[in-house]
T-cell receptor, first 111, second 117 residues
Framework: QQPVQSPQAVILREGEDAVINCSSS?????VHWYRQKHGEAPVFLMI???GGEQKGHEKISASFNEKKQQSSLYLTASQLSYSGTYFC????????????WGAGTKLIIKP | GAGVSQSPRYKVTKRGQDVALRCDPI?????LYWYRQALGQGPEFLTY????????KSGLPNDRFSAERPEGSISTLTIQRTEQRDSAMYRC???????????????FGPGTRLTVL
């Protein structure tokens, strides 16, 4: 079942902060975050693993609440280059390493 | 180094024709994934390979879809007797790890935009 992302879209002014959420109805082993700009391929941002390990981007932070089966991506002091659609991909135990992707959160940064 | 490449980038075909979409992963990457992505939506899993072995094909919509990776590198996704509903962006991704050691970063290709008339 597809994870639910919220909000669906957000508009910010440059320098403002944003939080994007990803919630699953299944137990999670890991959460992957990607950003996709219009007409381009998704680009890796971060992996959060059960147990607290993180691998990813220096300027972006994220949290992973295993009990609540949720992850949040924190974008601080947003820049124009942060614009795009953010996707979370979730991996559950027994999923055979398959990622199930959310529908995305569209982020628009205005100068 | 070179990223994941896909060809063709655009394919327009008539209903009923067969199409073959090619994915060339990053050199040395063990795992290769095929996704379908509708406009404004996240990737939809189709199938994946570790080396030449197809590990999971549960996402293939029906038996008109098949994929192979005979030498553990380049992969081909074939759609037989195409239908208009097959029109979409088809993306592949590759990752270094086989998955057995845990999840790994997937690097996506630019995609093939398939239009079935």
């Amino acid at each position: 079942q597809q994870p639910v992302q919220s909000p669906q879209a957000v508009i910010l002014r440059e320098g403002e902060d944003a939080v994007i959420n990803c919630s699953s109805s299944k137990a999670l082993y890991s959460v992957h975050w990607y950003r996709q700009k219009h007409g381009e391929a998704p680009v890796f941002l971060m992996i959060l693993l059960k147990g607290g390990e993180q691998k990813g981007h220096e300027k972006i932070s994220a949290s992973f609440n295993e009990k609540k089966q949720q992850s949040s991506l924190y974008l601080t002091a947003s820049q124009l280059s942060y614009s795009g659609t953010y996707f979370c991909g979730t991996e559950s135990p027994g999923s055979n390493y398959q990622l199930i992707w959310g529908a995305g959160t569209k982020l628009i940064i205005k100068p | 180094g070179a990223g994941v490449s896909q060809s063709p980038r655009y394919k327009v075909t008539k209903r009923g024709q067969d199409v073959a979409l090619r994915c060339d992963p990053i050199s040395g990457h063990v795992s290769l994934y095929w996704y379908r992505q509708a406009l404004g939506q996240g990737p939809e899993f189709l199938t994946y390979f570790n080396y030449e072995a197809q590990q999971d094909k549960s996402g293939l919509p029906n038996d008109r879809f098949s994929a192979e990776r005979p030498e553990g590198s380049i992969s081909t996704l074939t759609i037989q007797r195409t239908e208009q509903r097959d029109s979409a962006m088809y993306r592949c991704a590759s990752s270094l790890a086989s998955g057995a050691g845990g999840p790994d970063t997937q690097y996506f290709g630019p995609g093939t935009r398939l239009t079935v008339l």
